[in-house]
């Protein structure tokens, strides 16, 4: 476990066929999960926990950022365990109650890899149990834990970001990431909409970047600080391309 900012620990045990992060918040009323990487990882996860000199009943809620299998594939082993609220955005409560709706978009490579993925998703690696979500929350949201919940659709239509204003850092999601220390935008592959996951990143970097200095992803290194300059970095790009084409 790494330590990201003083109570926002990555649970880097984690094991998965992709690289994925699942982040634990430590507050006055216990711990919050966010994300709960691929199937398989529950029981690392509660390691976690106890590494921090805590119980699984300690673990309060979970939060989830989107509904793919390598940030819900342990949600419901550890909804079980801990018996903690699940939360997500009441627009991504679809995908959390019916997993298989998640397909790859709709491009041409999109469409020829929609059957291999529907087939890949009957294998335990990639099988989502259901679940439905005990609260769910719309942009704007304050949580207790000291969260604002920022919606960031397009990779999803329900994806969300959480920002600590007090604590000044964000926890992205998939809305951005952070691969090979290069800050980039969700992969079309898996991103029904393309142009709202940019104006998803413009609305990180424009309405909240102010509050931002460390952002930590769903994929990718953390960046500890300069999240804003480098938030407006992308945007910049993103959007320098979009007025080229
Ligand atoms: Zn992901």
């Known amino acids: 476990m790494k330590e990201i900012v ?25 711990v919050t999960v966010i994300d709960t990487g691929t199937p398989g990882n529950a029981e690392i996860i509660l390691a976690g926990v106890r590494k921090l000199g805590l119980h699984p009943s300690d673990v309060k809620r ?3 950022t989107h509904g793919d299998v390598d940030h ?4 419901k082993a550890l909804k079980r365990a801990t018996g903690a609220q699940v939360i997500c955005h009441t627009v ?4 959390l109650e019916h997993p298989g709706r998640r397909k790859p978009a709709r491009t041409p490579l999109g469409l020829l890899l929609r059957p291999i993925f529907a087939v890949m998703m009957l294998f335990p690696q990639f099988r989502v149990e259901p ?29 969300i970001s959480l920002l600590h204003p007090e604590k000044r ?5 998939d809305a951005i990431h952070n691969r090979g220390g290069k800050l980039g935008a969700p992969p ?20 909240y970047g102010d509050g931002i200095d460390t952002i930590v992803c769903g994929h990718g290194d953390p960046i500890p600080s300069g999240g804003q300059a480098r938030l407006n970095g992308l945007v910049e790009t993103l959007f320098e391309a979009e007025a080229k084409a």
Not at 134 to 156: A, C, N, Y
Not at 189 to 207: G, Y
């Open 131 to 159: 679940l439905t979500p005990d609260r769910t929350h719309v942009d704007s949201d304050k949580l207790p834990e000291g969260f604002t919940i920022v919606h960031t659709p397009g990779h999803t239509p329900g994806h």
């Open 62 to 64: 979970i939060i989830i």
């Open 188 to 207: 079309p592959l898996f991103t029904p909409d393309v142009e709202n996951s940019h104006r998803s990143i413009w609305k990180l970097a424009k309405k």
């Open 72 to 75: 819900t594939g342990s949600l």
């Open 6 to 30: 003083p109570g926002l620990w990555d649970v880097d045990e984690v094991k998965s066929f992709v690289s994925v992060h699942v982040y634990l918040w430590r507050w006055a009323e216990g």
């Open 169 to 173: 850092f964000l926890i992205a999601g």
């Open 92 to 95: 991504e409560m679809e995908l």
